[in-house]
């Protein structure tokens, strides 16, 4: 599907991942789905200490990544998201 990334504000193909209705480019749409299984790895371990900082070691690249890409003064459904619930 053809259209404007909800993160990035990139046209190009988007996707939409299961169970959300985001909209995303390629590059985040990989850089989110990554970042929702290390939160479901957070989940399972549940919030161990060790595991959970060495997930959220993981995890610290792949959101400033994100951050970086997105256009300056854009703030998607994922963001918003993060910003309302927490990334953990
Ligand atoms: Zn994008």
Same mark, same amino acid.
């Not at 789905?33 to 957070?42: D, F, P």
């Given at each position: 599907?053809? %259209?404007?990334?909800?993160?990035?504000?990139?046209?190009? /193909?988007?996707?939409?991942?299961? %169970?959300?209705?985001?909209?995303?480019?390629?590059?985040?749409?990989?850089? $989110?789905?990554? #970042? $929702?299984? #290390?939160?479901? #790895?957070?989940?399972? *371990?549940?919030? /161990?200490?060790?595991?959970?900082?060495? #997930? /959220? $070691?993981?995890?610290?690249?792949?959101?400033?990544?994100?951050? *970086?890409?997105?256009?300056?003064?854009?703030? %998607?459904?994922?963001?918003?998201?993060?910003?309302?619930? %927490?990334?953990?």
């Amino acid at each position: 599907m053809f %259209g404007l990334c909800e993160s990035c504000d990139r046209a190009g /193909e988007v996707f939409q991942l299961p %169970g959300r209705t985001d909209r995303n480019c390629t590059e985040c749409t990989a850089d $989110i789905a990554m #970042l $929702i299984s #290390l939160h479901g #790895l957070m989940k399972q *371990a549940n919030w /161990e200490s060790e595991i959970t900082a060495e #997930l /959220e $070691i993981q995890a610290q690249p792949i959101l400033h990544r994100l951050l *970086a890409r997105r256009k300056p003064g854009r703030y %998607g459904p994922f963001f918003s998201g993060v910003a309302s619930k %927490g990334l953990a």
